[in-house]
């Protein structure tokens, strides 16, 4: 597997991550932000947070315990 897509993200984030496509999005969640920035899937651009474009392929790419979930 490609260590681009190797992120595990638990709930939170991926709300986080999801929330941040949407520019009416709902307050951000600090560690989530936090960590999601740690990662580079987040940045902050003009005082807010934004999603990168590593974000993006993660976010497109999905999970694959989310996947299971869903199964």
């Known amino acids: 597997m490609n ?3 190797d992120c595990e993200l638990n709930p939170d ?3 986080m991550l999801k929330a941040l496509r949407s520019p ?3 307050a951000p969640s ?3 932000l936090a960590e999601l920035m740690a990662l580079g899937l987040a ?3 003009d005082e807010r947070p934004v999603i990168t474009a590593k974000g ?3 976010l ?3 999970s694959e315990k989310l996947l299971d979930l869903a199964a």
Do not use: C
């Open 43 to 45: 940045a902050f651009k």
């Open 3 to 5: 260590s681009e897509s």
């Open 60 to 62: 497109v790419r999905g």
């Open 24 to 26: 009416d999005r709902r």
């Open 56 to 58: 993006r392929k993660i």
């Open 30 to 32: 600090r560690p989530a």
């Open 13 to 15: 984030q991926w709300e």
